[in-house]
């Protein structure tokens, strides 16, 4: 279980690390990580803090596919899909 206290500090640390909407990463987060994983916390929770927003998809390779609008500014994915993505 993650706590509500290292919840907040993980997006504190995103938002420092990744910047705000303003030319930011987090201006569109891809949101494709089942919510029963920690990385959902940085693809909804950062985004939001920030006045950005997500880009959900039932599955990261749906953007070989192509056809995802908006185009997400961040993508956060295991290895085999971003591979898929970029082969």
Do not use: Q
Not at 8 to 27: H, M, R, T
Not at 36 to 53: N, Y
Not at 65 to 75: F, T
């Amino acid at each position: 279980m993650l706590s509500h206290g290292s919840a907040v500090a993980f997006v504190e640390w995103a938002v420092s690390v990744f910047g705000g909407v303003g030319g930011g990463l987090l201006s569109r987060v891809l949101g494709s990580t089942s919510m029963c994983f920690d990385l959902s916390v940085f693809e909804v929770f950062a985004p939001l803090a920030v006045g950005g927003s997500v880009v959900v998809v039932r599955d990261v390779l749906e953007l070989v596919e192509g056809g995802v609008v908006p185009v997400p500014s961040l993508i956060n994915s295991v290895p085999s899909a971003v591979e898929a993505l970029v082969g």
